[in-house]
């Protein structure tokens, strides 16, 4: 079974920092471009990045909340993507997705960060 | 950045109704548009990618067209695990954009 599955949420105080895992299964994970999407509470979705694969150069692409503060990185041997979050600010507060290629086929059930003191 | 809009933000509609959504883009995207569907609580689903295609697995009442600009999601037949919130999604340039959602209700 295709499957993504995130972890590492929690609640972190304004300016802290964390890592964010999607672990995946089903699917040969180093071929795949993958993406983090959030989701604010009640609000729509909203794209963060992107990393491609080794094979097509593993660059990083991010929107413009996420540049400077945020990196993706994968890890191919574990089948698993990251995403490691700085300087964090409230509006930073949402659900974290990751999501397979470009056109998001796949996705997984989401881990919420709460930034709050 | 391409902005995404969709009419209508919400709709009230009936099981057996047929439901179209529309979705504009501000500037031309090709036929790289995706539709999504998501339920309370619950990751978002892939449904339609390049405009047109169905994902595997989704039932052939969701239908997609459009290319460029102006995009359409058709429910043929609303049944009652339809009741959700649609987005469409350009991947055509970065960043990546979505609409603002339709939530299709009871």
């Known amino acids: 079974e295709v499957q993504l599955v995130e972890s590492g949420g929690g609640l972190v105080k304004p300016g802290g920092s964390l890592r964010l895992s999607c672990a995946a299964s089903g699917f040969i994970f180093s071929d795949a471009w993958m993406n983090w999407v959030r989701q604010a509470p009640g609000k729509g979705l909203e794209w963060v990045g992107r990393i491609r694969s080794n094979s097509d150069g593993g660059t990083t692409d991010y929107a413009a909340p996420a540049k400077g503060r945020f990196t993706i990185s994968r890890d191919d041997s574990k089948n698993t993507l990251y995403l490691q979050m700085n300087s964090l600010k409230s509006e930073d507060t949402a659900m974290y997705y990751c999501a397979r290629r470009n056109g998001f086929d796949i996705w997984g059930q989401g881990t919420m960060v709460t930034v709050s003191s | ?106």
């Open chain 2, 1 to 106: 950045d391409i902005q995404m809009t969709q009419s209508p933000s919400s709709l009230s509609a009936s099981v057996g109704d047929r439901v179209t959504i529309t979705c504009r883009a501000s500037q031309g995207v090709s036929n790289h548009l995706a539709w999504f569907q998501q339920k309370p609580g619950k990751a978002p689903k892939s449904l339609i990618y390049a405009a047109s295609s169905l994902q595997s697995g989704v039932p052939s009442k969701f239908s997609g067209s459009g290319y460029g600009t102006d995009f359409t999601l058709i429910i043929s037949s609303l049944q009652p695990e339809d009741f959700a919130t649609y987005y469409c999604q350009q991947y055509n340039s970065d960043p990546l954009t979505f609409g603002g959602g339709t939530k299709v209700e009871i």
